[in-house]
């Protein structure tokens, strides 16, 4: 029988309720001990939460981040097709959007590894339903440049692409440089395009607000904090 690999989500906030969690994500965590993780030591604390009586020390995590390589890739995907079964976990949310675990998803599909995702909270997804922009045709651009000229620049083109096609803009931005690129879109942005900011999406904190650029000017400058965001726009 080929190999399977599990795409496993992890929580966005710390304070979300989880409940997203099923028998099935349960099962699947009990039998497997070979973990692909961007960050060990948060996997570990997520599943010790779950208290299924998992033995952490018995479970092998490997690192697969922004900086594995070509060549730890290659040891990772023969380490999946010998083991039968192992999980890809993200930082955060779900693996393989915005997230590293998508080199070996691509290696899964070549060895004829069998891919089954789960079920989990996405910050994307949510910022995109909770925005109330255009859900039929949307862009996730990542990270944004971080010299102002060069985002200033992203921006504009972005909006005039927004505008020709009805197209949602997403992306993200490092938490503290969340300040920068807001004053950036109140700057760049047509006053009647639509801007949405959603933050500790699942969290205590909660927030997504979504206005007309003119709206938010007449607002005082917001100071969003050092917390994760999604930035979305249309035109």
């Not at 496993?8 to 989880?18: D, R, V």
């Not at 994307?124 to 339903?129: E, K, N």
């Not at 440049?145 to 083109?157: F, G, K, M, Q, T």
């Amino acid at each position: 029988m080929p190999s399977t690999l599990f795409l496993m989500p992890l929580a966005i906030s710390e304070s979300e309720s989880k409940t997203w969690i099923g028998s099935g994500y349960h099962e699947v965590l009990k039998s497997t001990t070979l973990y692909f993780v961007e960050n060990v030591r948060t996997a570990r604390r997520f599943i010790s939460s779950l208290r299924l009586g998992i033995i952490i020390d018995q479970l092998q995590f490997e690192v697969l981040d922004k900086d594995t390589t070509d060549e730890q890739l290659k040891q990772y995907a023969s380490l999946m097709q010998q083991s039968g079964q192992s999980v890809v976990m993200s930082e955060s949310g779900c693996p393989g959007i915005a997230d590293p675990g998508s080199q070996l998803v691509n290696e899964a599909h070549k060895m004829g590894v069998n891919v089954v995702p789960f079920v989990g909270p996405s910050s994307l997804v949510l910022a995109l339903m909770g925005a109330g922009l255009n859900g039929q045709n949307f862009c996730f651009h990542g990270y944004l440049p971080v010299a102002a000229d060069e985002r200033n620049r992203a921006i504009s083109a972005l909006e005039k692409e927004s505008r020709l096609h009805q197209r949602t803009q997403l992306f993200i931005e490092t938490p503290y440089r969340n300040n920068a690129i807001w004053k950036s879109l109140l700057e760049i942005l047509h006053p009647d395009t639509r801007l949405c900011i959603a933050f500790d999406i699942l969290g205590s904190d909660q927030c997504i607000l979504q206005k007309k650029v003119k709206e938010w000017k007449f607002l005082p400058m917001a100071e969003w904090g050092k917390k994760p965001a999604v930035f979305l726009f249309l035109a």
